[in-house]
């Protein structure tokens, strides 16, 4: 099944340029985009230099199969667990056939989504050897004039999009290098790494964070604009570990600086990176001090721990117990109070952060509670506990864990039966619901011939009601690349995405999976229910669950959850035909577009024209394609007649006085607009209104011209 759809018509890279990468340079927007004009007609230059120099030798092109990551007959790799993927910077269109314009659906794509992904042509069709020279000649000039790097980069990468995005393209040039330059010179040209990393550099140990901080005394140079850096601190230091030029310190995840709690945003900032750089830090928090003061304060911190380091993590003294027994009470009260709906905006990712975790803190991603994993301090009143199930109610609606859309916690749910035992009464008591904290779930399924559409999948064993039958693998995608992917499929026969709640993305099918994924929809007797589950690591799962007993061979369904309405869409379209619909559906938009622009040109002109008619054509005019607006005329009227004698009044006012005609026109707008909403008016009528207003205010002003 959905065999060789996939062919490689391969297009790359985002063409919008993101004016918040070139922050921090000093150009202005106008400024970044000349000098990216300017880098653009220099690599162009380039180019077409070398590529006489260097010209494309037809290479042995690989056969378009030998690129597929898809072979015939197989059309998806067995996976055991979902791999995340980052979003893709190039378009695999789908094959739909010969006679559909591939180009033009590239286009088309590219304008729905400027901001997602482009799918735009390399400008030039250049060999590798070639874009090396060009590379190496315009890093020269970087060097050179000490060019700031990222404005090459990024014009390079709008030239060649399919060569990768400009943080790719920084990362080649080594490669290049070593294939084209035998005595690596080019190597000296050090390209520009962007490594901002989101990544939180954190290390948790029970209580307290701990991490590294630079220490001046080993650094000569500074950046820094401040002219008091702490880099550029005396070496004779005050700090007596002077064996590294980096000290491990630990401080306190519930950091409570009296009057000083608007410093953890900053240490939450610093620490994100794995490089902490007070210097960047102490800029974008310009109003807590400078590098120099930071510092210190952030050594400060450490200073002021008095538990000895062994005591991590320190027991609980009996008083303390007993306040964190009556929070647990008060936790689980809550979540027993909130409603299924509020319960599912529980973090996917477990928090890392400084200072008291809630929506009081914009770092802290948890809104409702603290999951097991999270990295908070013990003291968290978010912090979830775990449920209390009776055996056999894990799993259920009942099960606090399950409502969280979590596994229950060994050790920390208190009455679950996690043991595995053969005593089959037994067994039915074993906790349901730690299914994939045990083992990895089993895929009780294979693929067949369905009834209802396509392949279908089938039970390869008996099962019983609440039997987890198999999780749903595929390629981890953002919700923006899902939207991109979901227009893409619509050219495919099949769509094998599966949403994850919260804004968490969704699980792609078509490329990796296990037989889960031929499951078919029936929105009328589902066999199966699907449900999700949240992991220590952040990873999303989704599981099939049983909903009646069954017997190995039954063909499984699960309701896709569509609205009735737009089941026959889903499931009816042809997707050749779909697609040179889709073509045909954006011409005709186009030419709507165009001929909407012309009738506004031509309404310009006719105003204009008008202007310089004597009232009673003017209202014939109008009369011609809008009869209605001549019961509206006694609107002007009422104002100012223009083909009264008045209007030559006005018009030699106007003419000796330029205040006399502002009112005239002011006083004509006002009318209007007090009219049109009066009447409230067809949208056909308001533009007609405005029209002539227009030539009033031509009529009026036109003699001062
Ligand atoms: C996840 S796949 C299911 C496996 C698919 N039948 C196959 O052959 O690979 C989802 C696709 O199956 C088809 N499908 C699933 N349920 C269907 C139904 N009840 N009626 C028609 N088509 C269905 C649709 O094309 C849908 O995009």
Redesign the pocket.
């Known amino acids: ?2 065999v060789k759809r996939y062919k490689n018509f391969q297009y790359g890279g985002n063409k919008e340029i993101k004016f918040a990468e070139f922050q921090g340079t000093s150009m202005n927007k106008n400024q970044t985009s000349k000098e990216i004009d300017r880098w653009k007609n220099k690599i162009r230059e380039r180019t077409e230099q070398f590529m006489k120099q260097y010209p494309k030798v037809v290479e042995m092109e690989s056969d378009d199969d030998d690129d597929d990551e898809i072979e015939e007959g197989c ?1 998806y790799k067995i996976a055991y667990e979902n791999v995340k993927i980052p979003d893709e910077e190039t378009l695999i269109m789908p094959y739909v056939n010969e006679n559909v314009d591939h180009d033009k659906i590239a286009e088309i794509l590219q304008q729905t989504y400027p901001s997602i992904v482009g799918y735009h042509k390399n400008e030039y069709d250049i060999s590798d050897r070639c874009f090396f020279h060009v590379m190496k000649k315009c890093l020269q000039e970087v060097n050179k004039y000490k060019l700031d790097p990222k404005f090459f980069y990024h014009s390079l990468y709008l030239i060649f999009p399919i060569r990768g995005s400009a943080n790719k393209m920084s990362q080649i040039f080594p490669t290049l290098a070593e294939k084209f330059d035998a005595r690596l010179d080019a190597l000296t040209l050090e390209p520009w790494k962007n490594d901002e990393t989101d990544t939180k550099s954190f290390s948790s140990h029970g209580n307290h964070f701990s991490y590294c901080v630079p220490l001046p005394y080993k650094v000569d140079d500074s950046n820094c604009k401040s002219t008091e850096c702490f880099k550029r601190e005396d070496r004779t230091t005050p700090i007596d570990r002077k064996d590294s030029d980096r000290l491990q310190i630990f401080v306190k995840k519930s950091v409570n600086i009296k009057g000083r709690e608007h410093f953890l945003p900053f240490m939450n900032h610093l620490f994100s990176t794995k490089d902490p750089d007070f210097c960047r830090a102490a800029k974008k928090f310009e109003t807590l001090g400078t590098c120099k003061e930071l510092h210190e304060f952030v050594l400060g911190l450490e200073m002021r721990i008095t538990e000895p380091m062994e005591a991590f993590p320190r027991k609980l003294s009996p008083n303390e117990r007993y306040r964190f027994h009556e929070r647990r009470e008060d936790v689980e009260k809550e979540i027993a109070e909130k409603s299924e709906q509020e319960l599912e905006s529980s973090p996917a990712n477990p928090c890392t952060h400084f200072g008291p975790c809630g929506p009081g803190n914009e770092d802290c991603s948890c809104k409702n509670f603290c999951s097991p994993f999270c990295q908070c301090d013990i003291n968290c009143k978010l912090r979830f506990q775990g449920c209390k199930c009776k055996p056999g109610e894990c799993g259920t609606n009942r099960c606090h864990c399950a409502n969280q859309w979590l596994e229950c916690i060994p050790g920390r749910c208190t009455n679950c039966c996690s043991e595995e035992t053969k005593d089959s009464n037994a067994q039915k008591l074993v906790c349901k619901n730690s299914i994939l904290s045990r083992k990895a779930v089993p895929c009780l399924l294979k ?1 067949g011939k ?1 009834k ?6 089938f039970l390869t064993v008996d099962v019983e009601k609440g039997d987890c039958v198999g999780e749903y693998i595929g390629h981890h995608i953002s919700m923006e690349e899902t939207e991109r992917r979901d227009e893409l ?1 619509k050219f ?7 949403q994850l709640p919260n804004g968490q993305g969704n699980l792609d ?1 078509a490329l990796i999976g296990n037989a889960t ?7 009328e007797n589902p066999n199966l229910s699907t449900t999700y589950r949240n992991m220590l690591n952040g990873n999303s799962h989704i599981l099939f669950i049983a909903e009646m007993d069954m017997k190995a061979g039954t063909e499984v ?1 699960i309701d ?1 959850g569509y609205p009735k309405e737009c ?1 026959k869409v ?3 379209y042809n997707h050749e035909k779909k697609a040179q619909k889709y073509i045909d559906e954006y011409d005709e938009e186009c030419q709507e577009i165009e001929k909407e622009q012309r009738k506004k040109n031509r309404k310009s002109y006719w105003a204009s024209y008008m202007a310089i008619q004597p009232m009673e054509i003017v209202s014939r005019e109008i009369a011609k394609f809008e009869p209605e607006i001549l019961t509206s005329n006694a609107a002007y009227y009422g104002i100012i007649n223009l083909s009264d004698p008045s209007q030559v009044v006005f018009n030699v006012l106007s003419v000796t006085s330029a205040p006399v005609d502002i009112v005239v026109t002011l006083l004509c707008r006002w009318r209007t607009i007090a009219y049109t909403r009066k009447h409230h008016q067809s949208e056909a009528l308001e533009k007609l209104h405005k029209s002539r207003e227009l030539v009033f205010s031509c009529q009026t002003i036109g003699p001062l011209m």
Not at 492 to 498: D, I, M, Q, S, W
């Open positions: 099944m959905c059309g693929s369905s209802i559409a396509g392949t279908g999948a499929y495919a026969a099949n769509n094998y995405l599966f099918g994924r031929f499951v078919n929809h029936s929105s369904t896709y089941e889903m499931f009816t």
